[in-house]
């Protein structure tokens, strides 16, 4: 995962609901950039429940999530501790968690 940074931009919002962005809050949605540089955000209509907590990374090992009083979770996922040597599991989570928490900060 790449990070960008884009200073002074110019955004504007579609909600379905909130009018304002509330801090802390996920939104399901599409940010379009016109030549101009002008940011679009718009709002995805719920059909049904959305996820309660969001995946921020996705790895081989390990999972990390968003929760909704705004803390993260790491995941460990089920493998075959006969398929890998200890120390290069240990070294290969350790690494996904590196990439996880790189993420966030």
């Known amino acids: 995962m ?29 940010l379009t950039r016109d030549d101009d540089l002008h940011y679009r955000f718009e709002e995805v209509v719920r059909k049904g429940s959305h996820p309660r907590n969001p995946k921020l990374f996705d790895g081989q090992f390990i999972s990390m999530v968003r929760m909704q009083n705004g803390r993260y979770q790491c995941h460990l996922k089920t493998f075959d501790p006969a398929m890998v040597d200890a120390h290069e599991l240990g070294t290969q989570i350790y690494l996904e968690l590196i990439k996880a928490l790189s993420i966030i900060g």
């Open 2 to 30: 790449k990070k960008n940074t884009n200073l002074c931009v110019d955004l504007k919002t579609v909600m379905q609901q909130d009018a304002l962005l509330v801090q802390g809050q996920c939104y399901n949605g599409i």
